[in-house]
């Protein structure tokens, strides 16, 4: 099983950028498939990005392609969502994911994630 620690929410004007930052504890994840998950209140959770094990595949939702970036860094175990223009409908709580089977493939799909961070609130406000 392991562990994820998210970092780098918070509160930032319409337009503006953050970084999320998610750090994985107990076993190495360089062979693992990561997304992340947002979630506003009253709303069912949704997929926002998701990167394959190597890195070499990514996959948006809809309502962020062109303006978020997903990366990993395997050599810290580290994976981060880079939020650009950021909008008052990006206003959620936002969480990492790890697939359990080595090698799967990049998912949409909330249930192909075994292990969730916290979360972490992010909020665009005007």
């Known amino acids: 099983q392991v562990s994820l620690v998210e970092s780098g929410g918070g509160l930032v004007q319409t337009g503006g950028s953050l970084r999320l930052s998610c750090t994985a504890y107990?076993?190495?994840?360089?062979?693992?498939?990561v997304g992340w998950f947002r979630q506003a209140p009253g709303k069912a959770r949704e997929f926002v990005a998701a990167i394959s094990g190597n890195g070499l595949m990514t996959l948006y939702g809809d309502s962020v392609k062109d303006r978020f970036t997903i990366s990993r860094d395997n050599t810290k175990n580290t994976f981060y969502l880079q939020m650009n223009s950021l909008k008052p409908e990006d206003t959620a709580v936002y969480y990492c994911?790890?697939?359990?089977?080595?090698?799967?493939?990049?998912?949409?799909?909330?249930?192909?994630?075994?292990?969730w961070g916290q979360g972490t609130q992010v909020t665009a406000s005007s």
């Open positions: 994911a790890a697939r359990h089977s080595p090698d799967g493939p990049v998912s949409r799909l909330p249930k192909n994630y075994g292990s």
């Open positions: 107990g076993r190495t994840f360089g062979n693992v498939a």
